[in-house]
T-cell receptor
Framework: SQQGEEDPQALSIQEGENATMNCSYK?????LQWYRQNSGRGLVHLIL?????REKHSGRLRVTLDTSKKSSSLLITASRAADTASYFC??????????FGPGTRLSVLP | GAGVSQTPSNKVTEKGKYVELRCDPI?????LYWYRQSLGQGPEFLIY????????DSGLPNDRFFAVRPEGSVSTLKIQRTERGDSAVYLC?????????????FGDGTRLSIL
């Protein structure tokens, strides 16, 4: 079974609004990563947060991690139509392989 | 520079046939991962290589699936006696080293359709 579960499954917002996606996981982790996938393409790495970090920023992206709740959130500020994609969290589960959640499908309407 | 390249981009074959999917990672990346992705789902881990050796093949669904990376660069995923349930997008990713702190670089995948 998959380690991470993103919430919501789908999200539709207007351009300029903020988008928040959540990821919950089951077991302890070392690192959590967020990826984006455009339709028909491979995944693109967005940001990595380590288990001893609580918040990280990269451009319009803000990621938080709460290890006590086993959850992470990805915030995209001032969204653009080009942000339309599926977003996945991936956890390393203290191992060498990665476990991805089912993803959140984000639609940003112009 | 060049990213991860996967060939073919699409493969359609009949049930029972043998298929090979190729992945050409980013030059210098020692870790290589194979995933399978069904429609509307996240990537499902199959196997990963550190150099030439398969470090973890726990995700391979059964013995019809096999992967090699003989020279520590290009990898081939081989599927014997294909079944309709094998239809999916097969993704390859590489990273500079193994480890959960390494970002993975993905190819665009091979879309496999078993008729």
């Amino acid at each position: 079974s998959q380690q991470g579960e993103e919430d919501p499954q789908a999200l539709s917002i207007q351009e300029g609004e903020n988008a928040t996606m959540n990821c919950s996981y089951k077991t302890s982790i070392n690192n959590l990563q967020w990826y984006r996938q455009n339709s028909g393409r491979g995944l693109v790495h967005l940001i990595l947060i380590r288990s001893n970090e609580r918040e990280k920023h990269s451009g319009r992206l803000r990621v938080t991690l709460d290890t006590s709740k086993k959850s992470s959130s990805l915030l995209i500020t001032a969204s653009r139509a080009a942000d339309t994609a599926s977003y996945f969290c991936a956890t390393d589960n203290y191992g060498q392989n990665f476990v991805f959640g089912p993803g959140t499908r984000l639609s940003v309407l112009p | 520079g060049a990213g991860v390249s996967q060939t073919p981009s699409n493969k359609v074959t009949e049930k029972g046939k043998y298929v090979e999917l190729r992945c050409d990672p980013i030059s210098g990346h020692t870790a290589l991962y194979w995933y399978r992705q069904s429609l509307g789902q996240g990537p499902e881990f199959l196997i990963y290589f550190q150099g030439t050796g398969a470090a973890d093949d726990s995700g391979l669904p059964n013995d019809r699936f096999f992967a090699v990376r003989p020279e520590g660069s290009v990898s081939t995923l081989k599927i014997q006696r294909t079944e309709r349930g094998d239809s999916a997008v097969y993704l390859c990713a590489s990273s500079l080293m193994t480890g959960g702190n390494q970002p993975q670089h993905f190819g665009d995948g091979t879309r496999l359709s078993i008729l």
